[in-house]
């Protein structure tokens, strides 16, 4: 599965445990600390993925890994969204045709 792929070389380049607002630097941009911060308070993150060291918080790789593995998905599903069965149906408002062009509204006034 190329998710474990993932997470497997994630293993093999993150240290051990390191500084939680280096993540972002240390995964390429893939995992943003922000939201880790924001999942973490909201309790959706086990507690033994982190340790405090002052007011620093440490991520401790390996149970930290094993958590956003199960966040993670293929880019391609094998059996997708649904085909629509119905068309769409216009959104209220204005319609394309009754849009005024910066042309047509100078004549107008």
């Not at 390429?28 to 911060?37: C, D, E, F, L, N």
């Not at 119905?86 to 045709?97: I, L, Q, V, W």
Request: aromatic content about 6%; proline content about 9%; overall charge positive.
């Amino acid at each position: 599965m190329l998710t474990q792929h993932v997470i497997d070389k994630l293993r093999q380049v993150l240290p051990p445990v390191f500084a939680g607002t280096s993540l972002d630097e240390l995964t390429g941009g893939a995992i943003h600390w922000p939201t880790i911060q924001n999942r973490r308070c909201g309790k959706e993150i086990p507690d033994e993925c982190f340790v405090r060291s002052g007011n620093r918080v440490l991520v401790i790789r390996d149970p930290f890994l094993d958590w956003w593995g199960t966040t993670l998905r293929d880019a391609r599903q094998p059996f997708g969204k649904p085909a629509r069965t119905t068309p769409p149906t216009a959104k209220a408002g204005r319609t394309r045709s009754a849009r005024v062009t910066p042309d047509a509204g100078a004549a107008a006034r």
